[in-house]
Every structure is written in C-alpha cells, then in structure tokens.
C-alpha cells in the first residue's frame, strides 16, 4: 500500500462522508426531499466516485498510517470542524468504518439481482 495514496484516497474518503452530511442537513432544512435538493446532492456525484474506488478496508487504512501521516489528516479534517484531537480521531474511526461497511454491503447486494429473463417478461 502506498503511504502517499494511502493519505490522498483516505482524504477522498472523508471528503465524499463529509459532503454527504453537509448535502443532506442542506437538503433537510426545509423539512422535506424533493427535486430542488439535489442541488445539494449532485455534487457529491464526482466526490463518490472518487472515494468508493479502490476503498478497501478504510478504517484499517486510517489505523495504519504513520504519526505524521495521521496528524496531516486530522489536521485536513480539521479545517472544516472545530474539534478536540482524540475526539475527532474516534469521528474519523466511525466515518470510516461505517462508509467502508456500508460500500461493501452495496456492492454484495448489487452483484445479486436477478437477471432479466427475456422469456418470462412476454
């Protein structure tokens, strides 16, 4: 694993977490989902991409970087929330854990649906 990508695509990672949250307490102010919000929720469209490709195991990723490696992203994160170190340490453990569950359970899901049978839709 490349220590250098390791970093960048765990920064994606969060990113794509991150801005869903942002889009959905945008989306959510109103009280309601309709077609406006996806003003909010398209741009996430190229964050995702970017993060579920090549995500792997992130919470292992997280847990393997160096000391210096783990302070640059708590420092990136940090750029966007006012939050005590360890607290955010356990927000990223989280954020990635449940992001990495949640893609892998898609994509055992997905690679299950039933293929269309030509005969029985006549």
Do not use: C, H
């Not at 994606?12 to 945008?26: M, Q, R, T, W, Y």
């Not at 309601?32 to 195991?57: M, S, T």
């Not at 955010?88 to 293929?115: C, H, M, P, Q």
């Amino acid at each position: 694993m490349n220590s250098e990508n390791n970093l960048k695509e765990l920064k994606e990672v969060l990113d794509f977490a991150f801005g869903a949250v942002e889009a959905f307490n945008k989306a959510a102010e109103d009280g309601k989902f309709n077609l406006l919000d996806l003003q909010y929720l398209y741009p996430l469209w190229d964050k995702a991409a970017a993060a579920i490709k090549d995500i792997g195991n992130p919470l292992q990723r997280f847990l393997a970087l160096t000391p210096q490696e783990r302070q640059d992203l708590l420092s990136y994160v940090k750029l966007r929330f006012e939050i005590e170190d360890k607290e955010l340490e356990y927000l990223i453990e989280d954020t990635l854990s449940a992001l990495g569950s949640n893609v892998n359970l898609v994509k055992r899901w997905s690679s299950r649906f039933k293929k269309p049978n030509p005969e029985t839709e006549a």
